[in-house]
């Protein structure tokens, strides 16, 4: 399962990634967000000392920090990204689904796929928000949205009594599975289950269409606050590691 979820995300970038030794790497046009801009290494890599300097000379030409994203274990890449100073910024629980068991959303909430401008323009805006991503979303915000929809994706957007509040999306299907990431809740209005329904609508999005899910979250106590009540387990970890000097 681990290898075909690190197939997926390597595949998920590959459409426009550059190609540097044994690293796809993806460098987002309009956002040096970190979050954005990563490369991930091929299943098996033992990279060279040279092979890691051309991928942070590729970063560094785009004005862009260099950043991988990758499934443990994977101990030649560890120790090559050590060796030219990369540290390791977060290892995130890697969750896949047993079985859904979906919550009763809030009174008031009302969940559907983000189809119009406005309303990705309105998904952007509540995960910018819920990020911390500084300034306002724009074109470039509804433009990388619209590419999840044209790739086969999802947008969800949740709004309660009407006003946008929490948002979603799962990526387009590869090799059986898909993705569920991006969930997000205005600050104002988390502790009332909105991040719950909206995981658990993405979630039966992706069993609907015959897919397995699986997500990945920070070790901030989602694993088993959010996530494990759905159904979700941790199966593995994925690694983020940046070049701090």
Do not use: W
Not at 109 to 133: C, H
């Amino acid at each position: 399962m681990l290898l075909r979820i690190q197939d997926n995300l390597r595949e998920s970038i590959r459409a426009g990634a550059v190609r540097v030794g044994p690293f796809l790497a993806h460098f987002d046009a309009h956002s040096d967000n970190p979050y954005l801009n990563y490369a991930v290494p091929d299943d098996g890599a033992e990279p060279t000392a040279a092979e890691v300097e051309a991928l942070v000379t590729a970063f560094r030409e785009r004005s862009r920090t260099p950043r991988l994203e990758y499934l443990r274990p994977a101990g030649a890449v560890d120790a090559a990204l050590a060796a030219a100073g990369f540290e390791v910024d977060q290892l995130l629980p890697m969750m896949a689904l047993d079985e859904l068991r979906a919550p009763e959303p809030p009174a008031g909430l009302a969940l559907g796929p983000a189809t119009s401008d406005e309303d990705l323009l309105a998904a952007s805006a509540v995960q910018n928000a819920a990020f911390g991503v500084e300034g306002e979303p724009g074109e470039p915000d509804v433009a990388r949205q619209r590419e999840l929809l044209r790739e086969g994706g999802v947008v969800v957007l949740a709004r309660l009594d009407g006003e946008p509040v929490g948002a979603g999306a799962h990526t387009a299907p590869r090799d059986g599975l898909a993705q569920v990431a991006g969930i997000a809740v205005l600050p104002g209005f988390r502790g009332r289950g909105i991040a719950s329904a909206v995981c658990a609508d993405l979630t039966a999005r992706v069993l609907a269409a015959g897919l397995r899910p699986f997500l990945e979250t920070e070790p901030d106590g989602k694993v088993t606050r959010l996530y494990g009540p759905l159904g979700y387990r941790t199966i593995g970890e994925s690694a983020s590691t940046t070049l701090k000097k």
